[in-house]
């Protein structure tokens, strides 16, 4: 037996991977990495494949880049990890200060996590406490949208909207209260794309005109709802959502895990709207891919809702084990001085203006029903009938074919229902962008002109 075979039969024998449906390995045997290279990684029988998916949207400035591993090894050689209760570091603080520096202006303290879903539980759990603490405990409600994703845990999964991953936790779950989705392409408001009043925002004063006493904020996916499909959304939803926050005075929390660090052409999504969050959640791209690092920032006025004798128990009761791991914080400090001496976003520029032209070649193909795209974020949605818009029957695993199909073709790209995304490190050129597009769009099209 190879190698690789061997690995392959031990890892059906011990390992239970994440969204996946193990019986599905039998036949279809997982893909061992052995190294990368900027937009390549590389398996252990020399193939070559295109992250086109960044490894799950972390990775932004290619894979094994040099001076994130110096980064890397020099702070192993100083202190791999130290609590961060009664004890701090210079890459916490560092990172933090940057932080505050470069985020919304009104976000002034930085609490640190290890992973996306807990950075949004933070945000929940800080939100709820703010307003414990200034009296109104009653305010314990939360309005997430249709469609949402900001997790797995179960106080995430609560505030979640997309019913194959959430729906069977019900029983486990808290109440929220749930707004329609902004999905242009198919407006749950009956509208279409370009030609509406932004009904789907202001569904949400339907909310809270009779809830808000009860609402302690609302949480949103800004300018692109990931998970749900890449719904790629217009910024005046998220301004009228601000101003419906501000008017019935509930807290806005910004769930950047996604999207911040330069994914949309901007360091934070909201940035396109104008707007400040009360609360922002950061994490897949601030270590660039290497570490699980997240932060949780709030502005100076939730803060100091927190600030008191200790005997008044306000303390934020919350923490991990790996709070503030100096390794990640030391990748991260280092991932922004790339980004800003490098000057990444500013090259993303022209890149983004030819990745948003040569996607618009998909719609040639007959089952592309939509063409989305934001910053150094594409998507295309497959349907079965692109005038009724019907997607493909979900048993028939279409969009599964289409994977495999562009696996053999040297791409990774994992389709999330119907719907195909692209989502290169920062690091991809042009002619890579048009190389990774051509092979999508040569796989899309050969399963489909056989399934049809
Ligand atoms: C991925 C994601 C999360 C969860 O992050 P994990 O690190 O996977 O726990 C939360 N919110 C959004 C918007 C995400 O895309």
Known sequence: MSKYEELIQKDLEYIWHPFTQMKDFEEHKPIVIDHGKGIYVYDLKGNKYIDAVASWWVNTLGHSNDRLNKALCDQANKIEHILLAGFTHEPAITLAQKLVEISPEPLKKVFFSDNGSTAVEVAIKMAYQYWVQVGKPEKSKFVAIKNSYHGDTLGVVSIGGCDLFHKLYKPLLFDIEQSPSPYCYRCPMGKEKGKCNFECAYAVEDILKKE?????????????????????????????????????????????????????????????????????????????????????????????????????????YHGHSFTGNPLACAVAVENLKILEEEKIFEKNQPKIKHFGKKLQEFYKLPNVGDVRHLGMIGAVEIVKDKKTKEPFPFEKRVEMEIYREGLKNGIIMRPMGNTFYFMPPYVITEDEIDLMLDIAYKSIEKVLSVSL
């Open 212 to 316: 808000s006493h009860n609402i302690a904020g609302m949480v949103v996916e800004p300018m692109i709802q990931g998970s749900g499909g890449m719904i790629i959304y217009p910024p005046e939803y998220l301004k009228i959502i601000r101003e419906l926050c501000d008017k019935y005075d509930i807290l806005l929390i910004d769930d950047e895990v996604a999207m911040g660090f330069g994914r949309t052409g901007k360091f934070v999504a909201c940035e396109h709207a104008d707007i400040t969050p009360d609360i922002m959640c950061l994490a897949k791209g601030i270590t660039a891919g290497y570490m699980p690092l997240a932060v949780t920032l709030c502005t100076q006025k939730i803060y100091d809702a927190f600030y008191d004798d200790y005997e008044k128990t306000k303390t934020f």
